[in-house]
Structure formats: C-alpha cells, structure tokens
C-alpha cells in the first residue's frame, strides 16, 4: 500500500538546535543525532574479509560512515571525509556461507570509527529469497545453455530500523513489479511509503541507466533517485544514493563499495537513520550480487 508523502512544510528544516533537543529527549548526550543533521552521508565499506572472499565466503559487512564527501551526481570522492560512525554485520557463518543472499542478519551503528562506541541505530533483516534463482537450461545429450537468472517476486528482502532507545522508526523494502530487472526500494513508516528509491530507466521503464564520468571520467556509476512515492518522479532536490569509484584495489579485489547518500530535504531525523538502514539494505541485495 502506497500514501503520499508527508508534505515538506510539515516537516521542515532541521534546524541545528532540534537535533541535541531530539537526542536528549530520547536520553541521548546530544550527539547521537548530530551526523543526520548535514546534507548526507559517506558509507564506506571495509574489504573486511577480503581473503574470505577470495574463497568463495562472504564476510561480514563492515562499514565506516563519515560526513557526505561524494559528488552524488558524477560518481566521485569517497575517501576523503573523517569517520564519525561505525557499522558491524551480526550474522551466523554457516549462513554466510551456504546462502548468502537469503541471510537474515543485524547492523549495528555505533558512534566513533571503531566499534565500542554509544549506539546510534539498529537494522535487522530476516530470512528473504534472492532477488533472483540462478537455474540451469540443461537437459543431458540434448541441451546444454548453461544457467540464467530467474527473476522472483515473493519473500523480498526487508530491513527494519530501531533508534538507540528501541523505538521503532521505519522499514526498507525491496520493491518488485511488472520489470523485475529494475532494482527499487521503499521507506516505510506505519505501513505508509514514505520514499521511493529507483535509478533512472530507459525503454519504457525496463533497464536502467548508467552514467559515464564518474571520478574525473574513469568510471560508470549508477546513482538511485528518492522519488515521491505516489508519482514515482525525484525530489527535485538531488537526493538519493550512489554508488562511487572506491580505487582501483578496492574495486578489483573486494566486492566493498562506496556510497554517497545525500537525504532527501524533508526528510527528519528519525527518517535519515532509516535511511542509512536502505542505503545498507541497497548494497546488500543489489551491489553485493551484481559485481
């Protein structure tokens, strides 16, 4: 069920001082909230576990997440900014290893460039299908067109966001419809979509588009929009989430990656914690799987 969004002079601009206000009604310190309050976020994942990986296993994902130090519209930066908070993957390995993509796990996000530090947000992800099945075309002594990709369109991945106090704030989904090759997303509150998250497409709406130029011209990007839920056009504003060049070791030896999210202008302060839940939930289900 869709709704439209709540309109932006409801919500309003956050003003620096609403955000320690927030936070210490929350019975925070006041500083918990203060990394939502700018235009966006870096997400940054570790190669934690490259060797892992090189294997055949995943890892677990770790992230670090600084200030918002990425041209969302060229694909660039993404190193450069300081890390002010930190993010661990809980999950079980025989899971990781035997069915990576349908894992149920937890993030947890946690203030400093290390874990240990004051908990900011929780993200839990249940048991999901893959976006698709790989299945063979192979019948023996008459065919053999090796494997393709069977799209599915039930049990799709989620991510629900608690705030530090436990406080249910929202959920991330994964949305299917009619061209299931089409990755998007959704923010949901009180089973309300709140944000819609979609790259730009061509042909009618079946394939995506990418974008050249990325890091001074060096890479493809592809940047996802957040888009009004009931019109399924941009903000207007910008926003959205974008996958950017991460160098070339990165790139070539890990499957981590690098985001800039830049919120959308509305949003709040509850809904940007959601947000950096979807971002996760975006690499996950999509960039983890589609190398």
């Known amino acids: 069920m869709e709704a439209n969004k709540v309109p932006a002079d409801q919500l309003g601009a956050i003003a620096p001082g609403q955000v320690e206000m927030a936070d210490e009604a929350a019975g ?5 909230n203060q990394h939502f309050n700018g235009e966006g976020l870096t997400v940054k994942q570790t190669m934690r576990g490259c060797f892992q990986e090189c294997c055949g296993c995943e890892a677990k994902s770790e992230y670090k997440i600084g200030a918002y130090d990425g041209d969302f519209e060229q694909g660039g930066g993404g190193e450069g900014s300081n890390d002010v908070m930190y993010a661990i993957e809980e999950s079980n390995c025989c899971f990781r290893i035997c069915c990576p993509s349908m894992r149920p796990l937890e993030w947890k996000v946690s203030m400093g ?8 947000t929780t993200y839990k992800k249940g048991w999901s299908f893959p976006l698709c099945f790989v299945l063979p075309l192979y019948i023996p002594g008459v065919i053999d067109l090796g494997t393709y990709d069977c799209p599915c369109c039930c049990l799709m991945p989620s991510v629900t966001a608690y705030d530090n106090t436990g406080k249910l704030l929202g959920e991330a989904k994964y949305i299917c419809d009619m061209f299931m ?27 995506m588009v990418t974008k050249c130029g990325g890091n001074g011209g060096k890479a493809i990007y592809l940047p996802f929009h957040f888009r009004d839920p009931a019109t399924k056009e941009p903000l207007g504003d910008g926003s959205g989430i974008s996958k950017l060049w991460s160098g070339l070791k990165k790139e070539c030896c890990s499957d981590a990656d690098n985001f800039a999210l830049k919120w959308p202008q509305s949003s709040t302060i509850d809904q940007r914690k959601g947000l950096l839940g979807l971002n996760f939930l975006v690499d996950l289900v999509w960039f983890e799987s589609h190398k």
């Open 113 to 120: 460039s290390e874990a240990g530090g004051n908990n900011v």
């Open 28 to 32: 925070g310190d006041g500083t918990l």
């Open 181 to 207: 090759l089409v990755p998007k997303f959704g923010w949901f509150e009180f089973g309300s979509m709140m944000y819609f998250l979609a790259p730009e497409t061509c042909l009618g709406g079946c394939c």
